[in-house]
């Protein structure tokens, strides 16, 4: 490699390795045409309730933090049904569909706060605020 005004040096390069690169997207914007051809594209279907609560069993469930009871399991149940409810009406008005990530935020704020299964104003306030963000945002 030689530039104007530099020392001449080579490069060596290292044996060809393979490589995975993934790249993943919410689809709030659209990946050009030209990048996607050259992909291979896997889509993940948003789980369903009954996997949202072993998704929140999985994550919940580590030291140092306390056990996740079954109580837990029927708040994390009664959370993933509301935002099955609220992905179908939000994708029947093109809105954002609240996601996995936003599941586990509601289940932590409820698990955290203590709150029965859809015990009302403080539950009301953890959908709002939790499953549908973007609403808050503006």
Same mark, same amino acid.
């Given at each position: 490699l030689e530039r104007k005004g530099e020392v001449k040096r080579g490069i060596a390069?290292?044996?060809m390795?393979? $490589?995975l690169v993934v790249i993943t997207?919410?689809?709030e914007r659209e990946l050009?045409?030209?990048f996607l051809r050259r992909c291979i594209v896997h889509k $993940?279907?948003?789980p369903g309730a009954e996997r949202l609560v072993r998704i929140a069993r999985l994550h919940f469930n580590r030291p140092p933090a306390r056990p996740f009871t079954d109580e837990h399991s029927m708040l994390a149940l009664a959370i993933a049904q509301r935002l099955e409810k609220l992905r179908e009406t939000r994708a029947e008005r093109r809105q954002r569909l609240p996601g996995t990530a936003e599941f586990l935020d509601?289940?932590?704020a409820a698990i955290s706060l203590n709150i029965e299964v859809e015990g009302g104003a403080t539950w009301d306030a953890i959908v709002n605020t939790t499953l549908l963000k973007d609403e808050m945002l503006g």
């Open positions: 390069g290292q044996e390795s393979r $490589l997207t919410n689809e050009p045409p030209a $993940l279907e948003h509601a289940v932590r």
